[in-house]
């Protein structure tokens, strides 16, 4: 390859901005360097404001010079040749693979075979007709197009590493992961928007309609992630495209959970005891908090008895569920429906993450027509709030209007109710254990008075004995050794 260097082919895209438009070309005309006359002297390069989205070696060395970094909206709204080259060759090598609107190509031995002919024959020929490009080998080139064709093009390998909780896609060029420990820019981006709308169609595993008149995303997936984007119709140097992932399925349910502190031991044990004996549970969510860690691991907790008896209902929450699940997402406060088809497809056993409105009575319907387990998880940071929101939500479910008997309803329904709180560290943990009594009152178990609290017993949980009669026994002196 004979790549131009940096402040060549920076000055060449700076100097023709205001300037006219040499004569097109049969190829690429607008990647015809000016003439000669039009050049800056190699002696005295000017500024490179695209070094930033080109050479991304040199890039990390001219980030530490302030004075060198580019404009970030000049970034967005021009793309350097070297990208609309790539890009193009792309939309030709889709055409030849017979690839429409909002298709994927087939992916096959044969497809990928010439696929990769056409890739390397064109970037040979891009190569020896525009030398200024600042293209790598061919067969590098070739494999970056085959990626983006096939798999999930630079981010093929993040999308495969477990640690990446978030994918921002501002540009096509910029493309960014967010893991734990913090954020990396990858140093390749997309050829371009094309490329950029096959990621999301594969991720999506349909035909998504994103263009011009359908320019808005907003996806959840089977696994809990969340995909939203704006075509470049509507975000100028566009499109941008966030992924959101959800937290991970604990491989161990809740075994991580009790050691990062968000429960303790005995209260992990119940819980399971309390699932595999059919029992339910009310999670609140205090101001803070969203619960999905805890759900998800609840949610693998319920999976090893059997997943396929299961559906999880989440309005936007980023639960994981497990493997062989229903999962059904909602609008906030317009779960009824996807409650119904819940149980209609046969589910037993139903978890509801921040539900509300009205939609809370198909709970209570469901329970009538084979609906035997409940989690659900309410935006209300105390068991008596949370018992409100269900009454409330059954009145206007059209349950009636007497209030304390919908209150003994509910609390008959719950066999237990944890509360939530922010931790100092951005976690959550339990903070209150409760029950209701046939009236609907709350009875307390355990609290501390804070995420990082000492543990006080108030009292042993009344479902043990119920749990008991079906075949799961718990000692109850677990709970009461930590307030000791």
């Known amino acids: 390859m004979n790549p131009a260097s940096d402040s060549h082919s920076a000055s060449t895209i700076v100097d023709r901005a205001p300037q006219a438009t040499p004569a097109p070309q049969p190829e690429i005309e607008e990647l015809e360097p000016e003439p000669a006359a039009k050049k800056k002297s190699p002696a005295q390069p000017p500024p490179n404001p695209h070094a930033a989205t080109r050479t991304f070696v040199a890039q990390k060395r001219r980030r530490k010079e302030p004075e060198q970094k580019p404009a970030f909206d000049k970034i967005l709204r021009r793309s350097p040749p070297d990208y609309v080259a790539r890009a193009r060759v792309l939309r ?12 994927l190509p087939d992916d096959g031995e044969k497809q990928r075979k010439a696929a990769r002919v056409g890739a390397k024959r064109r970037i040979a020929v891009l190569d020896k007709e525009h030398p200024e490009l600042d293209l790598d080998d061919t067969e590098s080139e070739a494999q970056a197009l085959l990626r ?7 981010l093929t390998d993040a999308m495969s590493d477990p640690s990446v909780r978030e994918v921002v896609v501002r540009g096509p060029h910029q493309v960014w992961v967010v893991r734990e420990d913090g954020r990396e820019r990858l140093p390749a981006g997309f050829s371009g928007p094309d490329a950029v709308g096959l ?11 994103w263009d011009e008149t359908h320019p808005w995303l907003d996806l959840y997936l089977a696994d809990g992630s969340h995909i939203r984007g704006a075509h470049a119709s509507v975000a100028p140097g566009g499109p941008v495209v966030v992924i959101e992932r959800p937290a991970p399925t604990r491989g161990e349910g809740l075994v991580e959970l009790v050691a990062e502190g968000v429960l303790p031991p ?3 044990e119940l819980l399971v005891a309390l699932f595999r004996g059919r029992g339910s549970l009310l999670l609140c969510l205090g101001e803070g908090t969203d619960g999905a860690p805890l759900l998800s691991a609840l949610g693998h907790e319920l999976g090893n008895i059997a997943a396929e008896r299961l559906a999880l209902v989440r309005t936007g929450g980023r639960v994981a569920p497990p493997n062989g699940a229903l999962v059904f997402d909602a609008e906030p406060g317009l779960t009824g429906a996807s409650i119904s088809l819940a149980v ?13 409105g009205s939609g809370l009575a198909s709970i209570w319907s469901g329970l009538e027509r084979g609906l035997a387990q409940v989690v659900l998880s309410l935006r209300s940071p105390t068991p008596e709030e949370a018992l409100s929101t269900c009454v409330e939500g059954l009145v ?22 944890l509360t939530l709180a922010p931790r100092s560290d951005g976690g959550e943990a339990v903070v209150t254990v409760s029950e209701f009594d046939r009236r609907g009152q709350t009875r307390q178990l355990l609290s501390r008075s804070s995420p990082e609290g000492v543990w006080h017993h108030h009292g042993d949980p009344s479902c043990v004995a119920a749990l008991a009669r079906r075949g799961v026994p718990f000692d109850p002196a677990r709970l009461a050794a930590l307030g000791q």
């Not at 030709?92 to 609107?101: A, K, T, W, Y």
């Not at 983006?148 to 630079?154: A, C, Q, R, S």
């Open 92 to 103: 030709d090598m889709l055409s030849d693979l017979g690839v429409s609107g909002g298709d």
């Open 148 to 154: 983006e064709l096939f798999e999930y093009g630079p």
């Open 199 to 209: 990621l999301v169609r594969r991720l999506a595993d349909a035909r998504v309609r």
């Open 266 to 268: 005995a209260l992990a």
């Open 344 to 356: 209609d497809a046969g589910a037993t056993r139903l978890m509801v993450h921040r539900g509300g």
């Open 396 to 417: 206007l479910g059209g349950f009636g209007r007497e209030r304390n008997t919908l209150a003994s309803r509910v609390g008959d329904t719950f066999d237990l109710a």
